[in-house]
């Protein structure tokens, strides 16, 4: 989808980037100003996310930073966290409530956005028992989802030799997070790495289901948190 990108959809997107993990870290190689990378994670011109960057600036929910990169202001962090925080819980009710699978769950999660008021979504949580994550692994509370960041890496770092257990699914790309699901890539899957330096372009994993072999996109969309040495 290329058009119609919705504010939230900025500030998502935006958020991401502030607290990178896998696929949102910059590449080693090229430092691209901020509005480029917005834009090629929402798949949309520089000149259209530029723009939206503007009006988000005049609404003053981002700022310029040093390098004139986008900053979320506390007011655009606070709105931020509220949109990931309703996409999870519209994630689980899709799963636990409807029955929806739990690739098809983050589409529709998308397709219904803004549906929901604050007050159905807080509903909506306490119905559903206050899950702790959403279906692909992603903390509901946001301070819990940025304090684990420091102690994931995605599945691409781990090196010849390492192990771990996958925590959380990039989701970001629909017919990848499907891939994970067809492979058995979920959430408490344990994972030791055969094959693959951190900048390979392909992965071998052993998994309970077998070896698996992943491309490059694949692996650093699969966040992992290593067996706490004894
Ligand atoms: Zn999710």
Known sequence: MAQGHSVDDYLETIYFL??????YRLPDTS????????????NVSRASAGEMLKRLEAEGLVERGEHKEALLTPSGLDRAEKVVRRHRIIERLLTDFMGYTPAESHVHADELGDT??????????ERLGYPERCPHGWPIHTEREQAENLELEPLSDLG??????????????GELLEWFYDHGL???TAVELLRGAPDAAQFVVSTEH???????????GLFVRRPVSA
């Not at 430092?31 to 929402?42: D, G, I, Q, S, Y």
């Not at 929901?116 to 949580?125: C, G, L, N, V």
């Open 18 to 23: 502030a607290f990178p993990i896998g696929e």
């Open 160 to 173: 010849p030799g390492g192990r771990g257990t996958i925590v959380r699914l990039a989701e970001h790309d």
């Open 31 to 42: 430092v691209p100003t901020l509005a480029a990378r917005v834009a090629e994670m929402l």
């Open 186 to 188: 979920v959430p408490g």
């Open 116 to 125: 929901f008021s604050d007050d159905m979504i807080d509903r909506i949580e």
């Open 210 to 220: 077998g070896e698996k072999t992943l491309a490059a996109r694949a692996a650093g």
